[in-house]
């Protein structure tokens, strides 16, 4: 239902992406440097049934027209908990529990199951964005106010429309990610040479470990994938859900077979086969290329493999990498094996604003000492690299 809200915009909330046309959003969302706000990643995560309803993350999408041409956008979900969201927020839910006070549901500007930067309102080039910027918080605020929903909050954000929307009154929280980035790397051995000498000997152990198993490891790209890998992806996804993170599987086997007709150009797979002839792997990886820009998401193994999961989720993205030029390397949530690789901590912000006046003092009074002591982490983790001195002075 379109809402007429000045003389040159309507308004609408749409619960289906399907009810977008692809075109007009892909015109905003293709532009952008990450590829998860593209229409086709969000419209398969509401067929597939991973985002939906029943799964408590309901799509209610605002949008912004001229004459019915799409303008604006904001992908939202209505979220009854604070799952597949990877900025946990569960302390600020219980403190509102106990101060009274209905936390879910809340508005959440995100991809889901996502936590990778980059999110941002959608708005056309040559539009006026501080005027839609605008248009778009209040529709915020007032949608929230008229459905008793809590707050709301902005996952993973692109830097620059942090800043902007820091002046509408939204309350950063830091947090961080795990990030390669190319310095200029030839080959291998170059990024290889920014570690000290133990930790070479340790990464070059790891390659040779998969060697001596016996183990072929191949990447395959876009077109170039085998129809009868996708469906696999969620068999090695959710074999690693269930083993190490028990209530976690969000994605349904009919997210991962709907990559293959319309959103395969961006799919990198690293497979790993026992014979160089079989055609099913025993370990994979899953990852998208947008440009220059790499995103590392799932993983699975059928059996143990020593330093596999190494070999298929960082050296041999890395490796590729460094041959594609590409220029950033986001392998994914979680920095326990990921900070020894040569992924240092870098800063990622999420927005918040809450509609309870007890609940906006503490964050306002809150949220600086927190951003401190994240601050502080983050230093103390790259101050532990294992890096050559010359390349921690560089990173710090």
């Known amino acids: 239902m379109f809402q007429k809200v000045k003389p040159e915009y309507s308004l609408a909330w749409i619960q289906k992406m399907a009810e977008i046309p692809e075109a007009q959003w892909d015109a905003l969302a ?4 990450t590829p998860f706000l593209e229409w086709e990643w969000l419209n ?11 799964t408590g993350c309901q799509p209610c999408h605002l949008t912004v027209w001229r004459n019915r041409q799409l303008i604006a956008a904001a992908p939202l979900y209505i979220k ?6 990877f900025v946990f927020d569960h302390q600020w839910a219980d403190l509102s529990h106990r101060l009274g006070i209905r936390y879910y549901p809340k508005l959440v500007g995100m991809t889901p199951f996502t936590p990778a930067e980059g999110y941002r309102f959608l708005i056309a080039p040559g539009e006026d964005e501080d005027q839609l910027t605008e248009l778009m918080v209040a529709a915020i605020d007032h949608f929230c106010d008229r459905n008793h929903l809590s707050g709301c909050h902005f996952l993973f954000v692109d830097p620059e429309w942090r800043a902007k929307m820091e002046n509408y009154g939204f309350s950063r929280w830091l947090h961080h990610s795990y990030i390669w980035t190319n310095k200029g790397f030839n080959s291998f051995e170059d990024y290889l040479s920014i570690f000290n000498a133990n930790q070479r000997r340790n990464i070059k152990r790891e390659r040779k470990a998969v060697q001596q198993a016996g183990l072929t490891v191949k990447t395959w790209v876009g077109e170039e994938i ?8 969620y068999h090695f996804y959710s074999s690693t859900c269930d083993k190490f993170y028990w209530g ?14 319309n959103y395969r150009h961006r799919v990198v797979l690293v497979a ?25 998401r799932y993983w699975g193994a059928l059996q143990e493999f020593d330093c596999l999961h190494f070999e298929a989720c960082y050296y041999q993205p890395i490796e590729w990498a460094i041959q594609e030029n590409i220029q950033m390397f986001d392998p994914g949530a979680g920095g326990k094996h990921k900070r020894r690789r040569g992924f240092p901590a870098t800063p990622n912000y999420s927005l918040h604003r809450f509609y309870n006046a007890k609940m906006i003092k503490l964050l306002q009074h809150y949220m600086p000492e927190i951003n401190e002591m994240e601050q502080q982490e983050i230093d103390a983790i790259n101050e532990d690299l294992p890096f050559t001195k ?3 002075i560089f990173q710090l």
């Open 44 to 54: 398969n995560l509401e067929t597939s049934g991973s985002a939906s309803g029943k």
């Open 226 to 233: 085998p129809h009868h890998l996708f469906p696999s992806i």
């Open 30 to 33: 293709q532009p952008l440097s």
């Open 272 to 296: 790993a086969y026992q014979q160089e002839t079989d055609t099913k792997p025993v370990g994979l990886s899953f990852c998208l290329r947008k440009g220059d820009n790499l995103y590392g």
């Open 248 to 261: 976690s599987k969000y994605l349904t086997r009919k997210f991962f077979e709907q990559l293959y007709p």
């Open 390 to 392: 010359r390349e921690i």
């Open 80 to 85: 009854s908990h604070s799952y597949g969201e």
